[in-house]
């Protein structure tokens, strides 16, 4: 067997996310001297950063302080901020006021994957190695049982497991550190905080998922700057979620769904939701005669503070949506992901690469505080959209001084069989806009697998799939999933699952919203998934 080729370095960054790469810039500001490599499993920086985005620029101002003088190439002020309640299909009210958490005075939209793509070459201008293409495979463990470094997946390896003519080993990375930024639900990640038992002494983890697409509007229509959330129809009351358009430059406009993975019904769909939401007359009338231009889906992490793990481990830390701290009122995790890759640096340059202490330091500061005033709101939504609404208004009256923290509880066990479930009236309309269907928008998501590599989902019992989970749920993974990735087929050999792995768009849902916990999502070839362009 062959010895892999190894590179060392002080410190290896996986993930170039806002949080990853401000961490690698914050680190050569204070010791240009320190060995910094950053590795991304999309094949260009950015191409699979996926966001609303409005950010907050404080912490940006504090890394980069003269970045006005040369903005990323999408990036625009807030000019106006609109709150709706959608009542139904045809119905609508704004807000006399928006809600404080939603108040983007002073903040900026922008393209989360543009502003990606245009930190990397300052943090390489620095002496960072940036190494996009490059897909971590699994932590490297030491002889005293601390990570040591990433493992990059070996390349060429066809389905059935054989090497094809091109095969590449993949090398290992060894570092003192390992910084792990790979937002939501990253593969090495979950496995690390699994093995540590790093979640141990907090709430599970809860998430959403968010669908996104960019459109480019008929000349005039569109208002730059222009920031509007609704919450309300198409979403059932017993399912958390809400919608954003963010008015871009240049006619254009993005528009979002976000929809907690904590919902109840086996049969909901959130892409067929999304789909909806934009044939309310709100929204219809400022995408007919437009053209989509891409589209996404990502999942969103949102315990927030009191499903925060234990942030260090021998060896390792976790920064940024790899954490989870997305502040979900705000709808924001970029400041967030930014202050604590800042922060981050500075601890583990002023205690010489030693982790130890990372957990009590992220808890002390600003980043944990915001998080702490927040905490309960996105809980409250478990009871329903007006008793959440409700204590949102109290917690945010009280700036989350309530002496008590509401539990969270993991999204898959929110699920409820088939015939335990009466789903309420949808109250759907025909649909007319792009995309017609889930496999039309993952065309516009540029997904890309060489079909013949190993199927990066992974099913540990399929039998569950067709003998319970058909009877049970009906199958949901059908649903949930934006991408058609999960199919149930009939053929000459019965009823069988079908997995369509080209098709993901690596948003994890289906690790997450998985009633049996059977599902792992790992990391295909390098450079392999979604293409996103300005999302």
Not at 476 to 491: L, M, S
Request: glycine share 10%.
């Amino acid at each position: 067997m062959s010895e892999r080729e190894t590179m060392e370095y002080d410190l290896v960054v996986v993930g170039a996310g806002p949080a990853g790469l401000a961490f690698a810039i914050r680190t050569k500001q204070l010791n240009p001297d320190v060995s910094v490599c950053v590795i991304e499993k999309a094949s260009t920086i950015g191409a699979q950063i996926l966001s609303g985005a409005v950010i907050e620029p404080g912490p940006l101002d504090r890394l980069l302080p003269e970045w006005r003088k040369a903005p990323p190439p999408v990036c625009v002020p807030v000019t106006k901020d609109e709150f709706w309640f959608l009542s139904g299909p045809e119905a609508g009210t704004k807000s006399p006021v928006t809600p404080p958490q939603m108040n983007n005075h002073g903040n900026f939209i922008v393209s989360l994957g543009a502003l990606c793509a245009w930190l990397a070459p300052q943090a390489e201008a620095l002496g960072v190695d940036v190494f996009p293409g490059y897909a971590a495979a699994e932590a490297l463990i030491d002889d005293n049982g601390a990570v040591a470094g990433v493992r990059i997946g070996d390349m060429g390896i066809a389905r059935d497991g054989s090497h094809k003519p091109g095969y590449t080993e993949g090398i290992d990375i060894r570092a003192k550190v390992t910084v792990l930024s790979e937002g939501c639900r990253g593969h090495i990640s979950k496995a690390l905080v699994k093995k540590f038992d790093l979640d141990a002494n907090s709430d599970p983890q809860t998430y959403g998922i968010g669908l996104k697409e960019l459109w480019q509007l008929p000349p005039g229509r569109g208002t730059p700057g222009k920031v509007v959330h609704t919450v309300g129809w198409p979403l059932p009351s017993d399912v958390y979620g809400g919608s954003f358009l963010y008015h871009l430059d240049n006619d254009r406009v993005a528009v979002g769904f976000v929809v907690g993975l904590d919902y109840p019904d086996p049969n909901f769909s959130p892409f067929e939701a999304f789909q909806q939401f934009k044939h309310h007359p709100n929204v219809k009338g400022l995408l007919e005669g437009g053209s989509i231009v891409s589209a996404g889906s990502r999942a969103i992490i949102e315990g927030g503070y009191q499903s925060l793990p234990k942030v260090e481990m021998p060896g390792a830390i976790l920064i940024g949506d790899a954490a989870g701290l997305v502040n979900v009122p705000k709808i924001k995790g970029t400041h967030q992901a930014i202050a604590s890759g800042m922060l981050a640096a500075e601890h583990l340059m002023a205690t010489q690469f030693d982790p130890s202490g990372w957990d009590a330091k992220l808890r002390a500061s600003a980043i944990m505080s915001e998080l702490k005033k927040v905490r309960n709101i996105r809980p409250g939504f478990a009871k329903g959209l007006w008793r959440g609404l409700a204590n949102a208004a109290w917690e945010t009256l009280t700036v989350g001084r309530s002496p008590w923290t509401l539990k969270n509880h993991a999204d898959w066990s929110s699920l409820v069989k088939l015939d335990k479930y009466e789903a309420p009236k949808k109250d759907y309309v025909e649909r007319t806009l792009a995309p017609r269907d889930r496999l039309a928008s993952v065309y516009f998501a540029a997904t890309e697998h060489d079909e013949d590599q190993p199927v990066h989902l992974k099913v540990a019992d399929t039998n569950i799939c067709i003998e319970r989970c058909t009877v049970e749920y009906g199958n949901p993974c059908q649903r949930f999933c934006p991408a058609g990735v999960y199919e149930i087929v009939q053929d000459d050999a019965g009823r069988r699952l079908q997995i369509n792995s080209a098709n993901c768009v690596h948003c994890k849902t289906c690790d997450i919203k998985d009633p049996y916990q059977i599902i792992t999502w790992v990391t295909p070839e390098g450079g392999s998934g979604p293409n996103y362009q300005s999302l």
